[in-house]
Each structure stands twice: as C-alpha cells, then as structure tokens.
C-alpha cells in the first residue's frame, strides 16, 4: 500500500502521525511511505530520518494525491478540504462531534475517515486517546509546580520541600489515566498527595500500585470542599464518558484557597470541573480567579511534541500495519476497535453520536460496507 504522511498545519502543532521507525517498519513490509517534506521537524526528526528508513520525501501535493492512506494528527482545517477524495483513508484524530463543516465535507468527498479517538476495545478502553493522558497527567504536575514559583504570580512553595520544610500538598480530582500520572510526578517530587476518586475498585487498585504511599479518599462535594481549602496545588482529570466534566469546584470553594495556590484543568477540553475554568493556549497558558492561578490549557501534549509524537505512533503503529496489509476494507471487516473507529465512509456517516450531533443520517457500518460493494 502507498501510505502518506502530510506534515501539520494547524497553529502550534508540532507532531507528526509516524516516526522513521514506524516508516521502517512499514517499507520492510513491502509498503511504500511518501513523507512531506518537513513533516517531522516539529518532533526532531528531519527528512533525512525518514530517507534513511527507506521513506521518499514529497511534496503537499504529491502526498495527498498519491497515498491511499493518509496518516496525520489533528483534523483537516479548511484549506484541506479540497484534498479530501474518495479512494483515500484518512487516519487521524478527528473529533467531528464538534466539527459540521469538516463532517460535511468528510460525507461529500468520498473518503473513509478512521478516528484515533473513536477506536475502542471490547473492554470499552480508548487506546489512541491513552498515551496523551498519560502525557496531560505528568505534564500538570510541572505546570502546577512551575507556577507556584513566585516569579511566575504563585504562593512560592517548592513541592518536594526540603529536610525539616513541610511539602507542598497536591490534591488530584479523579484518579484515571491523567490523575494517576499527575500523582506519580508528584510523588516523584515529593509532595504529599491526595486523591479524590468515585470508583471504590479504581482506588483499591490505585492503592496497590502506589503503595499506599498516596491518601485516596471518596470524592464527594463535602470531601473536595474540605481537601480543595488546605491544598497547594489542585489538578482536576475527572471524566464521564460521552458527557460534560461536572463542575465540582464551585466559586465559593475557590475562594477558601490560599493566595498564589494553583489549580490545572486538565479536564478543561470537556469543558472543565471548576466554575471559573476556561480554555486557555500555550502562548497564553494562565489567569486568576480570587487569588488562584489556573492553568487550563486545552491541548497539553502540544507541549513536548518528541514525546507525544512518539508515544502516539507507539499505539497507532499496529494499526497502520493492519490497515496496510488487509486494506481498509480487510482491516476494518478483521479488527473491531478499528470498525469503531470508522466516522464516514462511502458518503455515510457511522458513528452514530456524530450522525447525531449535527442531525445527519446515521448509518450502520456493515451497511455502509456492504452499500460499496
Ligand atoms: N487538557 C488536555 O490536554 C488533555 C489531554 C488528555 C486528556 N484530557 C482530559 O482529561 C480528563 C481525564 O482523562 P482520563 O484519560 O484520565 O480519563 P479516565 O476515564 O481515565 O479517568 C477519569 C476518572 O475520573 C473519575 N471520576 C469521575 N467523576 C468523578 C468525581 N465526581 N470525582 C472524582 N473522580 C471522578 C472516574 O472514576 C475516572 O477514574 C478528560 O476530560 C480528558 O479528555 C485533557
């Protein structure tokens, strides 16, 4: 199969859909890889990597005209819609729930859109979506511990302390892929934590494989008020599936937090767990409410581009190869968590929440497979 990697053009997004050692692995499978030109500077990899794995290095043009599968990162904005083309699978992060104009034209090309966020296990685990929360949750405890350095607005406080200097108290609010992982770096650092769960099994497992060296404690609306008054550093990385993050940190609550104290949302890009939460960027990260610095920015992984982009191409790469070596179509019959992963195809959208986000049709994927035969 020729497969295609586009280079990204959306502000501030530096990662590339494969690394020269997904390249590799693919042309050692007979496949062929056109990689534009400039594709992985943003992660460090130059076009010379990619040559040197066997790839060819092409124009935008050349790219998307020429591959069969398309592999980028984010969504196609505007001026990439002309590109879209039936014939062609694009395998990609998409979020077209949010996105009418994208899914309109998606429908109107032809094409089969696959998206990372949308494949599922059986166990209803989101594989592509993992690695960037591991990410989000590490990176919250650095941003939260760089901010509370005085230079930067915070209460001056150093998270590990030192001998015979109390630590900084670090609350996490929901204890999943993004609170786990803020925990162990603040752990790591030395603070005291504590973590705020709803799932009992969830803490018991926490529990064990933290050691008990963290204090878990159910969350509920008296609990977060109380935990949310003494701490330092407050990160919040709850998340229902498919809804809203819930506002559990009201205005009130924030108004007991000492001045200078911070608190990250990683939660923000489901809208945020505190009242006062907005989106904010990397070139404009922070603002404060009552004394509080928040910290919210939307797409947190943005951040260490060479660690995302590996850690994406980890978990799309066994896909990509399955996609290559059945086809799409032989891919998608084959592997589950991929057929759940398909948006639209054949001019048909089949995901079904999409379908109904912005009133279109929704329908079925095995008759939309069997609508192309
Ligand atoms: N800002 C970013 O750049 C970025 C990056 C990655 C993920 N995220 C977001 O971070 C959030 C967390 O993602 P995740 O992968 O850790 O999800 P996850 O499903 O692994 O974990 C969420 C946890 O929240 C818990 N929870 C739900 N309601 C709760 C409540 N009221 N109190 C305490 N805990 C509660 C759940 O039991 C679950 O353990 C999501 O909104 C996700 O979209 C943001």
Redesign the pocket.
């Known amino acids: 199969m020729r497969i295609g990697v586009a280079k990204e053009i959306k502000p501030q997004e530096y990662r590339v859909a494969l690394t020269p050692a997904g390249a590799r692995e693919l042309v050692l499978a007979g496949h062929e890889v056109l990689v534009e030109a400039g594709a992985g500077v943003g992660s460090a990899f130059l076009d010379e990597a990619y040559e040197r794995a066997g790839a060819a290095i092409a124009s935008v043009d050349d790219v998307w005209a020429g591959a069969e599968l398309l592999l980028k990162v984010k969504e196609p904005i505007a001026s990439e819609y002309e590109r879209l083309r039936e014939g062609l699978t694009l395998f990609t992060y998409l979020h077209i729930a949010a996105d009418e104009p994208l899914t309109r034209a998606l429908v109107a090309s032809g094409i089969t859109a696959i998206a990372y966020e949308t494949v599922e296990t059986d166990q209803r685990a989101l594989p592509l979506l993992a690695p ?2 591991e990410i ?1 949750g590490r990176l919250a405890t650095q941003a939260g511990a760089d901010h509370l350095e005085k230079p930067k607005g915070g209460r001056g406080i150093l998270l590990g302390g030192v001998a015979g200097v109390a630590p900084a108290r670090v609350l996490v ?7 786990y992982n803020a925990a162990v770096i603040a752990l790591g650092m030395g603070a005291q934590v504590t973590v ?4 009992v099994d ?1 803490m018991r497992y926490l529990e064990q494989i933290l050691s008990g060296r963290v204090q878990l404690l159910m ?1 509920s609306t008296l609990q977060i008020e109380e935990s949310v008054k003494d701490a330092d550093l407050v990160i919040g ?4 599936p498919g809804a809203l ?2 506002k ?1 940190i009201t205005r009130q609550m924030l108004g007991t937090m000492k001045d200078g104290s911070v608190f990250v949302d ?5 809208g945020g767990c505190a009242e006062t939460s907005k989106p904010t960027t990397h070139d404009d990260p922070v603002y404060t409410v009552d004394g509080v610095i928040h910290y919210c ?5 943005g951040a260490v581009p060479i660690t995302s982009t590996r850690a994406l191409t980890n978990v799309t790469l066994p896909y990509i190869e399955q996609l290559a070596e059945l086809g799409t179509v032989g891919a998608i019959t084959a592997n589950r968590e991929l057929a759940r992963g398909v948006n639209v195809i054949g001019g048909k959208v089949t995901y079904e929440a999409v379908a109904e986000a912005h009133g279109m049709e929704y329908t079925p994927l095995d008759d939309a497979l069997s609508a192309l035969v």
């Open positions: 960037m929360s989000a609010i929901g204890g999943g892929m993004v609170g705020l769960e709803r799932s969830r969350s990385a709850v998340l229902i993050a819930p559990l990683v939660a923000i890009d489901q920015v939307a797409n947190m992984p």
